[in-house]
């Protein structure tokens, strides 16, 4: 029996904006186990971010969490005081973001802000402090971390930026790291350098990650399991290995055909036709039935439920079996 | 770390001519106005500030081996031009320093709460905006009364505005960086996000705007001065000393001197301001860095 670290129960965020509710999170459930990845995958704007910033209540003015719970090690974060709150943050639950060029302070020496982090939670002083940071600094690889510590960000390229940013958040040994498309803004030698050092640093930390992606090679690198999002709720929900061999929602096998593979011959990409709705007025029904070659009256009316369809893994269909048919057929074509 | 960075600074002062000349230009106002009572002894030690007499007669004299820079309205310009500088750096740093203070206060609560907060503090800061400062400024001073602390306060008053502006528009922008969500998510407390890393990224335009300030408050309290409703008369202050030649003023033969060298030390100490303003900014801002 694997350990629940975080579990959340029906989370929906709203954003109350003057055009009206933004329901960017509506009802998402995962649980993330100790030392595992679980990669939450999907296009832009579909609330990964939102779900993980509400993990960490750091929802701006206009955003609030209206419903659910999320039980981090046995309690609900949504029901500590702000005080408990920070305790956690960066102590227990840490983060990284996207842009390494704009989540380090330009005022400040990397030194200081992982000190920073350090001297808060750990309780430390000064000089303790900076052995912890150096040390933290070497572990992410940056070399000649003596001297790298006294640097301004804007002295150090994007990729040794991030490592900081890694240095930073893991400085406390969370327990969780959430890593928000910490590859995204990095190019691609880099990115498989960075990945690897996450997965190292994991192994020694014995860490959680919930990393957030659309980008579905990190997720075949890196997650366990995997969590698709679209429109503010989880659409497929697999271990990693299933996911990419037998992706069964339309949109999860939509994705997959719109990369490029090695092992099969293809003529042409496969787009998903059409994009995410907008927010301030998703379609009735399945929120992807406007994008769906399945899609069928129902779909239109009724939206599905997630339902488990195999064992471990979970989507929100109503017409998954035909998708089963036109795959078993795709196969056969292939084949032939 | 801090050798490094003070070494840096010199540095890079020292680098820049006209930045160096207005560091000049200041140290030696700094030093005319600590060696006052060594240049011109006072008469009297528990008023220095009183010019002394130094004719009974009405009509100005030119410059002389006793008199320097000229006698007008019965005093010695020398002795108010030397004096008048510790007035100068008087007026400027309390002013700036107090307005920038309510203006930061102001702007940077403001700023990070937003919403009603916002919008009324904001208004507060329109309606001040909207008074134009001469006449505001005589009125308050009407109302206080005369004398130089009077004129600080009226320039207090009213010149807070633009500070608070200036921040709360530099915090609308910085809070929004990633790098504030980013030590959010290191648990850091409000207070220490707005003092640690909001202001520090949004105090460099005040600082350059202090020092820039700092001149043009001693230009601002000698025109209230000139109007007189400044410093009483025979008070050390370069305005007072001006005005002065306001009766003189068809005949500028005659008081020339009343307006050159304290107009001069004028500029000078507003140059001198402007020059390590600017060289500050290039500095101190660690995004011209590099």
Redesign the interface.
């Known amino acids: 029996m694997k350990d629940v670290l975080l579990q959340v129960k029906n989370l929906k965020t709203y954003f109350f904006t003057e055009d009206g509710v933004v329901k960017a999170v509506d009802g998402v459930n995962f649980e993330v186990y100790r030392g595992e990845t679980l990669g939450l995958v999907g296009e832009s704007g579909c609330g990964k971010s939102v779900t993980s910033l509400s993990i960490l209540r750091l929802l701006d003015e206009k955003g609030r969490i209206v419903d659910g719970e999320i039980i981090f090690e046995g309690k609900n974060l949504l029901d500590l005081s702000e005080e408990e709150m920070r305790n956690i943050r960066g102590n227990d639950i840490a983060m990284i973001f996207q842009e390494p060029m704009v989540a380090l302070n330009p005022v400040y020496t990397v030194g200081d802000q992982i000190m920073e982090a350090i001297i808060l939670h750990q309780k430390v002083g000064k000089n303790e402090a900076r052995k912890k940071a150096i040390e933290m600094l070497r572990k992410v690889g940056i070399p000649e971390p003596e001297k790298r510590i006294d640097e301004y960000p804007h002295e150090l390229s994007g990729g040794m930026r991030q490592r900081a940013m890694i240095a930073m958040a893991l400085s406390c040994h969370p327990k969780l790291l959430i890593a928000d498309e910490p590859t995204t803004a990095l190019d691609v030698t880099i990115q498989a350098q960075i990945l690897e050092l996450m997965k190292e640093l994991q192994k020694e930390f014995g860490m959680s990650i919930i990393m957030i992606t659309h980008d579905l090679g990190v997720i075949a690198e890196m997650a366990d399991r995997v969590a698709v999002m679209y429109a503010g709720k989880i659409v497929e929900y697999a271990d990693v290995k299933t996911l990419f061999k037998d992706p069964k929602h339309p949109y999860t096998w939509g994705l997959m055909n719109s990369i490029p593979r090695l092992d099969v011959e293809q003529e042409k990409l496969k787009p998903i036709p059409g994009i995410v709705p907008d927010a301030l007025n998703f379609p009735p029904g399945c929120k992807f039935h406007p994008r769906c070659e399945f899609a069928t009256d129902r779909c239109r009316s009724e939206e599905p439920e997630i339902i488990e369809v195999e064992k471990d893994h979970l989507i929100a269909c109503w017409n998954w079996e035909e998708l089963e048919k036109v795959k078993k057929i795709r196969r056969i074509g292939d084949a032939v | ?1 801090v050798k490094k960075e003070v070494k840096r600074v010199v540095k890079k002062f020292f680098r820049n001519p006209t930045a160096l000349m207005g560091l000049i230009l200041l140290i030696f106002f700094i030093i005319v106005a600590i060696l006052a009572p060594v240049i011109s002894p006072p008469q009297d030690p528990d008023n220095p500030y009183r010019i002394p007499i130094a004719t009974w007669s009405l009509e100005p004299k030119p410059p002389s081996p006793q008199h320097p820079f000229g006698v007008i309205g019965q005093r010695d310009i020398f002795y108010g031009v030397i004096w008048g500088t510790r007035t100068a750096f008087r007026i400027g740093l309390i002013v700036a320093g107090v307005s920038t203070l309510i203006g930061i206060t102001i702007g940077s609560i403001a700023g990070y709460f ?2 009603w907060v916002d919008e009324i503090l904001m208004r507060i800061t329109d309606i001040f905006m909207s008074i134009p400062f001469l006449v505001a400024a005589m009125v308050l001073t009407t109302i206080l009364g005369k004398g130089l602390d009077k004129v600080m306060i009226a320039m207090i008053t009213f010149g807070w505005m633009a500070t608070a502006r200036l921040i709360r528009g530099n915090i609308l922008q910085v809070k929004e ?3 504030i ?9 409000h207070f220490a996000i707005i003092v ?2 909001i202001l ?2 949004t105090i460099f335009p005040v600082i350059v705007q202090i020092s820039m300030r700092m001149g043009s408050l001693v230009i601002t309290a000698a025109a209230l001065s000139f109007l007189g409703l400044g410093a009483e008369m025979g008070y050390a202050d370069w305005g007072t000393l001006l005005s002065y030649s306001r009766n003189w003023l068809t005949d500028f033969e005659k008081s020339w001197f009343a307006i050159v060298f304290p107009g001069t030390a004028m500029v000078l100490f507003v140059l001198a301001w402007n020059l390590v303003g600017d060289a500050l900014r290039d500095i101190f801002d ?2 011209l ?2």
Do not use: D, I, W, Y
């Open positions: 770390m937003g919403g960086e990633q790098f969500l980013a030590a959010k998510a290191l648990g850091v407390k640690k890393h520090p990224n660690p995004r860095r590099g």
